[in-house]
């Protein structure tokens, strides 16, 4: 049975992944390719439920109900973090311009009052733009840790969702395929029998 403290990531089959969702006072980075549909999976999340969550986009115009946040300092980002449901898009943004002591001291320290009253983060990282190093240690900062990854097979497009971190918690033991459809992204929630 799901535990009814979790909030819902808006994907339910990722839901059933994660034993009902995401659990409160949780940090959560999500990985991949600007391609992979990363956005797609933290606008789900934000929009899930009341809204009641902040939307903090730095890399591009807003949408309609986000905050823009290009230019924002750790101390009016983390400011402007309201409400239960957090996405930061992106963590790539801020290790690119603050370095990454910055960034991992804005993930584990500014933002703790947040993450103490209840909330759930969710950070954007894009792969491919860092160091093996500065991804450990944005790893490490993490409390959950979902990797998104494609593949193309001749003329197929393979698509898996791996939960590669899950403190507290066991770690499922399989990647989850899933596509990208027109409302954001659908996982698989049947297992093959081989």
Known sequence: MADRTRRSTGIAGLDLALDGGFPPSTRVIVSGSPLSGLELLAGQFWETGDRGGTYLMLDTVPQEGMTDARGMD??????????????????????????????????????????????????LLYTGLHSPAEEVRMMRAADIFITLRQQIHGNEVERTLAIEKYKDANVPQRVIPYHIVAKGLELSTTSRVV
Do not use: K
Not at 97 to 107: H, K, L, P, T
């Open 74 to 123: 750790p101390a009016a980002l983390a400011g402007a973090m309201q409400g239960d449901r957090i996405v930061v898009d992106s963590l790539s943004t801020l290790v690119r311009e603050w370095g990454i002591d910055a960034a991992a001291r804005f993930v584990l320290d500014d933002t703790r009052e947040v993450i103490e009253r209840g909330a759930t983060i969710i950070y």
